[in-house]
């Protein structure tokens, strides 16, 4: 079956780092267009990052913009958020999405909260 296998979310002290892992089986990640969301509580689901097929192109949200990387390793078919300077206010549930050809893939959230 075609998904994503999440690693990486927890608990970090304000200011930390974190990486953000999801891993595809079934599918080849240089295929396709990807993306990072978050959703925090009672809130609407938002694109934090994204990163073109041919990883070309970045483009983030402007609340994560200088913090926050996206990523892809070819070669282990995973795609990855590096999230640093973190504050409480990036507290969510994370989702990572892939999409093309007609096909799309999400990850099944990575809880990140942001807490001293």
């Known amino acids: 079956q075609d998904k994503f296998v999440e690693s990486g979310g927890g608990l970090v002290q304000p200011g930390g780092s974190l990486r953000l892992s999801c891993a595809a089986s079934?599918?080849?990640?240089?295929?396709?267009?990807m993306s990072w969301y978050r959703q925090a509580p009672g809130k609407e689901r938002d694109m934090v990052a994204y990163?073109?097929?041919?990883?070309?192109?970045?483009n983030y949200s402007d609340s994560v913009k200088d913090r926050f990387t996206i990523s892809r390793d070819n070669h282990k078919n995973t795609m990855y958020l590096q999230m640093s300077s973190l504050k409480p206010e990036d507290t969510a549930m994370y989702y990572c999405?892939?999409?093309?050809?007609?096909?799309?893939?999400w990850g099944q959230g990575l809880q990140v909260a942001i807490s001293s």
């Open positions: 079934g599918f080849f990640l240089e295929n396709y267009a």
């Open positions: 990163l073109s097929r041919d990883g070309d192109d970045t």
């Open positions: 999405r892939a999409w093309g050809y007609g096909s799309e893939y």
